[in-house]
């Protein structure tokens, strides 16, 4: 690790504050909306005493900052709390779900930029011709159609028709998983993959446009190892920062994504807790989530850092 | 003095079934085999006596077993862990005997130890559970190994019923050794199918029991309940061959698969009604006229057509015709626009009035009856105003009366009224009648007469004047009775679905 990831430690310490925060904002929040977790666990028979026994046994009857000290208190101790739905503690749950949406972000991740690098290569290479419009009407049409649709039709054509892919599911081994991800992961694939083409194919232009490149050009580079080596490296810079934003907006596609897709992670715990007012789960899942998109802030700089050798964010900021 | 009753469920006893009950479905099919069920909610808690969720209750109800079980057409009990009853001629003391050769999955045999310990631990959980339904027993005595003794406070006809359901399940005594906690983790029963595996949020695995005291069953060797929240997803996974069975598609894709091949869509009677709660706090709806101009303005068979794309019917009675002394009324409010208007003119309003109705956002089916609703009632000059609210804040807003009108439903969890009818006229059930806030003190004594009046006969007749009384003072809008949507494989076989709810896999092949 070069001496220019010193800012790494620091970085992280200011999301302290951040991630507290987050937990106050979404542990008021879910407390002001109407209803409580005896309401759903109780059925309609459930008479005023019931509830109120249930809510009591629950300590839902105490003050809200006591209730919020509770759970900050738990939480230093490593003590995510126990989820009212399920009796049992809600680490064991993230533990379960986290992994299975981590996947599903990360396997979109690198099909979108599978599908992006060769298509805006194809596009920066011939500005304005045929396969640059072909190109760019697609980020148009991936970007226009609604996700839980392109699910559907993916479902549709790949899976029922074709029978090449399962219909939603986790399965059950690493394999399995890889093979039941693909589609879900696809479909956010082709949603992050117009932006990311966007921005290469920018930046691709300006690269294939600059001196260095004709220099190296006129030593004889040429082809794919010019583009490995030049072209691809330089135009990537701007483009990390674009994914890394992204991928906090991959996190909340997956929400809607894992329900079509029936693959449990994160999001259907979320949807399900917030349904039945888990405010345990809410709470844990949102930290996990908040932490999720500040280390992938911190790992944005970093892959920044490595890409760019003029970058060093211990010092100043970017250029 | 003891004297046996003879009634159609001590025939059935003395008949003396063969194992599992008395299927009348063909399984004809082979051994063997594993069986996914894809449904739209993860269950919640193996725990029996506090569990409300049908995910949970169809689940656990594969392992544990009461000592009666609900026939399959819903309108009595038969003996499935007792073999038969005699009652004493006060009604008060109930003596059971128990099935001989029954063990549970852990190789102990169920005596009558187990089945005090098991009725006495659902009455324990009066406050969060389903202890109520036990209200009527005052002791349970072990008389010897294979018979027990219930004694009741009052004579009260709905006895065995409770005793058929889910929560009175038998479970060996004092947990087998364990805590509650740490035996509803995996828990043990007599029943066909074992714990197996539970990934939260995904799937539910229970396996073949093969010490089952049903000879010859179960034919599976396991089941499995995968969660699919979504509706679509469910029924493409059905017609690409993943799953065995769509438990509850929506309507819509119930129709589609009618025609798929492969798929036998089957809608299976049920016990549900649906109706519209009128807060009776809320003017004008306290007069009896408007609730009638109300009941008498909706198109129930248009609301059938279209919410329901035609499977069900129109609703005339709190009761709906999967339950026992279900009566139908010709008398009850039906789609009437000229009586409609008659009785708004009589009522406090004749010009109309504004209300509104709450109904839970993300539900398609409700957005649908209200927004027939609010065309249907302006016709008589109702202006109807729809508010979404998410299901638990609806249910907040239910229970603490904020609501001038809402869509309720209602299914069965025993073969007998009261469980409903207390529940829905007597404010004393709770929940001031299902939150109408309904409270008619001649109603109230029919239904209490009902409760303890053991002779089918005359509880026929008193269930009848009830469910005329309660019609005619529109306690509630009826809407329609709506069927169980199942759909599957058609090498599925032997699968039947209870107006309870309630399905029995013992029987199933595939």
């Known amino acids: 690790m070069s001496h220019r990831l010193r800012f790494v430690p620091g970085r992280l310490l200011q999301a302290v504050p951040v991630v507290f925060g987050v937990t ?27 509830v109120a026994a249930l809510n009591h046994q629950l300590g ?8 919020y000290g509770t759970f900050l208190r738990h939480l230093v101790t490593g003590d995510l709390g126990t989820s009212i739905t399920y009796q049992q503690p809600v680490a064991d749950l993230i533990v379960t779900a986290l992994p299975v949406t981590l996947e599903l972000v990360v396997f979109a991740l690198v099909l979108a930029l599978l599908i992006s690098i060769p298509l805006a290569g194809l596009a920066a290479t011939r500005p304005g011709r045929g396969r640059d419009l072909g190109v760019r009407a697609f980020t148009l049409v991936g970007q226009g159609m609604p996700q839980f649709w392109v699910g559907i039709m993916l479902l ?21 998983h890889v093979y039941y991800l693909f589609l879900p992961s696809l479909t956010l694939a082709i949603a992050l993959a117009p932006q990311v083409i966007r921005s290469l194919r920018a930046s691709m232009i300006s690269v294939l446009g600059s001196e260095y490149v004709g220099t190296a050009r006129s030593k004889g580079a040429g082809g794919a190892a010019l583009f490995r080596g030049h072209v691809l490296r330089n135009a990537a810079i701007p483009t990390v920062s674009i994914v890394g934003v992204n991928l906090g907006y991959l996190v909340g596609g997956s929400l809607v994504i894992e329900k079509v897709f029936a693959v449990p992670g994160l999001g259907s715990l979320m949807v399900n807790a917030i349904f039945s007012r888990d405010f345990p789960t809410i709470q844990a899942v949102s930290l996990v989530v908040a932490l999720f998109v500040v280390v992938v802030g911190v790992l944005t700089d970093v892959a920044y850092t490595l890409l760019d050798p003029r970058v060093d964010l211990a010092v100043g900021g970017r250029p | 003095m003891r004297l046996t009753a003879l009634t159609a469920v001590a025939a059935v006893a003395l008949a003396a079934c063969g194992g599992g009950g008395s299927s009348s479905t063909s399984t004809a099919g082979k051994d063997g085999g594993k069986l996914v069920i894809a449904r739209a909610a993860d269950a919640l808690s193996m725990n029996k006596t506090t569990t409300f ?28 862990l007792a073999t038969g009853y005699d009652v004493s001629s006060d009604k008060l003391t109930y003596t059971i005997h128990l099935r001989e050769g029954v063990t549970f999955s852990n190789g102990s045999p169920m005596t009558a130890k187990d089945v005090k310990f098991s009725i006495d631990e659902d009455t324990k959980t009066g406050a969060d559970g389903w202890g109520y339904i036990n209200a009527a027993i005052d002791t349970v005595t072990a008389t010897d190994d294979k018979t027990v003794t219930i004694k009741l406070k009052y004579a009260w006809a709905p006895i065995l019923a409770d005793l058929s359901l889910f929560s009175n399940a038998i479970i060996p005594d004092n947990y087998g050794g364990k805590t509650a906690e740490q035996f509803y983790e995996a828990p043990v029963g007599t029943g066909p199918f074992v714990w197996g595996e539970w990934k939260k949020g995904q799937s539910l695995t229970l396996n073949k029991n093969p010490k089952y005291w049903g000879s010859g069953k179960p034919h599976l060797d396991s089941v499995t309940w995968t969660v699919v929240p979504d509706a679509n997803t469910r029924k493409l996974q059905l017609q690409g061959k993943q799953i065995d069975i769509d438990e509850f598609p929506d309507w819509s894709s119930f129709s589609a698969l009618k025609s798929a091949p492969g798929i036998t869509a089957t809608a299976f009677p049920s016990t549900r009604i649906d109706y519209v709660t009128m807060n009776q706090k809320k003017t004008p709806l306290q007069d009896v006229h408007v609730r009638r101009a109300i009941a008498y303005a909706l198109d129930r068979e248009s609301m059938v057509k279209t919410v329901l794309y035609g499977n069900g019917q129109a609703a005339d009675s709190l009761l709906s015709p999967g339950t026992p002394f279900y009566a139908k009324n010709p008398q009850a409010p039906s789609y009437d626009v000229a009586t409609a208007k ?17 109904i839970s956002s993300g539900d398609p089916n409700q957005g649908s009856v209200a927004q027939i609703m609010q065309s249907e009632l302006k016709e008589i000059g109702i202006d109807l105003q729809i508010q979404q609210l998410d299901p638990t804040a609806l249910r907040a807003a239910r229970n603490a009366g904020n609501f001038t009108m809402l869509l309720g439903g209602w299914t069965m969890d025993i073969p007998d009224p009261d469980e409903w009818t207390s529940f829905a006229v007597d404010p004393d059930g709770g929940s001031h009648s299902a939150y109408t806030y309904y409270d008619n003190p001649d109603v109230i004594a029919i239904n209490k007469k009902a409760q303890a009046e053991t002779d089918d006969t005359k509880r026929a007749e008193l269930y009848k004047e009830l469910q005329e009384k309660t019609a005619a003072d529109a306690w509630a809008a009826y809407l329609y009775y709506s069927p169980y949507a199942y759909a599957m494989q058609s090498s599925v076989k032997g699968f039947h679905v209870t107006p309870l709810g309630n399905y029995h896999l013992e029987n199933v092949t595939k």
């Open chain 1, 60 to 67: 839902l009857d105490e003050p809200l900052w006591q209730q």
């Open chain 1, 156 to 176: 549709l054509l790949l899976a029922v028709r074709l029978g090449a892919f399962p219909v939603g599911g986790y399965g059950d081994t690493p394999g399995e």
């Open chain 2, 53 to 80: 969720d049908n995910s949970s209750i169809y689940v656990f109800e594969q392992m544990m077993e009461p000592l009666f079980m609900v026939s399959e057409d819903g309108t009595k009990v038969e003996p499935w």
């Open chain 1, 24 to 50: 106050i904002v979404v542990f008021f929040m879910v407390h002001l909306l109407p209803g409580n977790p005896a309401l759903t666990l109780l059925g309609q028979t459930a008479t005023p005493d019931r």
């Open chain 2, 342 to 358: 008659a009785e708004m003119a009589k009522s406090s309003t004749p010009q109309g009035f504004s209300t509104s109705i709450s």
